[in-house]
């Protein structure tokens, strides 16, 4: 598998004056996303936003075909989002929780995902069980299943790559057992989505919950929600409905609508929405294989180097990792490190002990430095990276 490296480096701008190393945070959009939503923008201002909207109703349109090409499904079960949050806690907002409910995750959960749940707890009296994790990294699978049988709980909620690690979750086989047990299965998304070919089926997920902004490359503020035929079918909807979701057919009652944008709002950035079409029309053009193929690999090129670097810990573990690299460096406070390496033109990312308490008390750390090559990367670049580090540390 290979890449035309210099037409993608050509399509995004910021690779002439910047080694971008925070795709995990935000990629850097290609010309091919930027310039469909400034043009849309001076649609907005030439003509104004409902018109625009109407004029363009096909590009924004292609959102929902685009992504439903991206995880094999129908348009229909997509819903826009503003962010993998925002399209997160519309999904938990969907279950009727009552006291005693079970919901059974992981320790390796993005920390909003956490904080949610406890919010639940408190609110609802809700219990939060989580699967424990293998010595090598990553969730015991067969424990989980465990649970699943011992608890059966209302949701279980798996987050597919943590934000803090390159820790990539077994996601399909936790899917098999909730298929088996008949159990909702949520799978936050957020750092595989353009990092990853990702098969809603396969998965055996009801919800899958994302953004747009980081290996996808789309604009910031923008995110999506997978919502399955199964529970479109459902009566289950998201707390709050507006008049996108559902239709006033009575003083007391409102019906949802069939699809998943009962789950959206009626507002949206249509420029940005626009500019996720784009994007994702552009990662499906590079593929999802050649894509899966090279960010690991670089990532892997990467932590070799940083590992014969004297002060250096890797901190990444589990049976497959992607391409985030995660690391601590001693003698150091995170933001003069992190400093340094801006003053190189590196871009990278802190996590804190806050954002990954399970994890990062398990490896006795409070902070690390998040490097997170992409597809469009070079070789040279991890080179100067390791580099950069070497001197530093």
């Not at 400093?339 to 806050?354: H, Q, T, V, Y």
Request: glycine share 8%; charged share 25%; net charge negative.
């Amino acid at each position: 598998m290979s890449v035309d490296l210099e037409r993608l480096r050509d399509d995004t701008p910021g690779c002439a004056h910047r080694i971008h190393f925070n795709n995990a945070g935000a990629g850097l959009m290609p010309v091919q996303v930027l310039e469909p939503m400034l043009d849309y923008l001076r649609s907005e201002a030439d003509i104004g936003g409902y018109e625009a909207a109407d004029a363009r109703a096909d590009a924004i349109a292609d959102f929902y075909a685009a992504t439903a090409g991206l995880l094999g499904c129908r348009a229909d079960n997509i819903a826009f989002a503003s962010s993998a949050t925002d399209a997160f806690s519309r999904a938990l907002s969907s279950i009727p929780f009552k006291r005693g409910d079970v919901i059974l995750t992981t320790q390796d959960d993005y920390v909003s995902n956490q904080i949610a749940f406890m919010s639940l707890r408190k609110r609802f009296g809700v219990d939060v069980l989580h699967a424990p994790t293998l010595p090598e990294g990553g969730v015991d699978v067969d424990e989980m299943a465990r649970l699943m049988h011992t608890h059966r709980p209302r949701i279980v909620v798996v987050t597919h790559i943590p934000t803090n690690s390159g820790l990539v979750q077994p996601i399909a086989e936790v899917g098999a057992h909730c298929r088996e047990l008949d159990l909702l299965y949520l799978v936050d998304a957020c750092q595989s989505v353009g990092q990853y070919p990702l098969d809603v089926d396969r998965i055996g997920c009801d919800f899958l919950s994302t953004t747009c902004r980081k290996f996808l490359r789309g604009p910031r503020g923008t995110g999506f929600l997978y919502v399955s035929d199964r529970v479109l079918e459902s009566p289950l909807e998201p707390l709050f409905v507006d008049m996108r979701g559902a239709r006033w057919v009575g003083p007391h009652e409102y019906e949802t609508v069939a699809g998943a944008a009962r789950f959206e709002d009626w507002e949206f950035p249509y420029a940005a929405v626009i500019g996720c079409a784009h994007a994702t029309r552009y990662a499906l053009e590079v593929g999802l294989d050649v894509i899966a193929e090279r960010s690991p690999r670089l990532a892997a090129h990467l932590r070799e180097g940083l590992a014969a670097i004297g002060g250096v810990r890797l901190l990444d573990r589990g049976r497959e990792l992607c391409a985030i690299v995660t690391l601590s460096i001693d003698g150091w406070r995170p933001d003069d490190f992190k400093r340094k390496l801006d003053e190189r033109g590196i871009n990278s990312a802190l996590s804190f002990r806050e954002y990954a308490l399970y994890d990062f008390s398990e490896k006795d750390v409070d902070w690390c430095l998040r490097l997170s090559p992409h597809y469009y990367n070079t070789e040279q670049e991890i080179e100067d990276v390791i580099e950069a580090i070497a001197e530093l540390a």
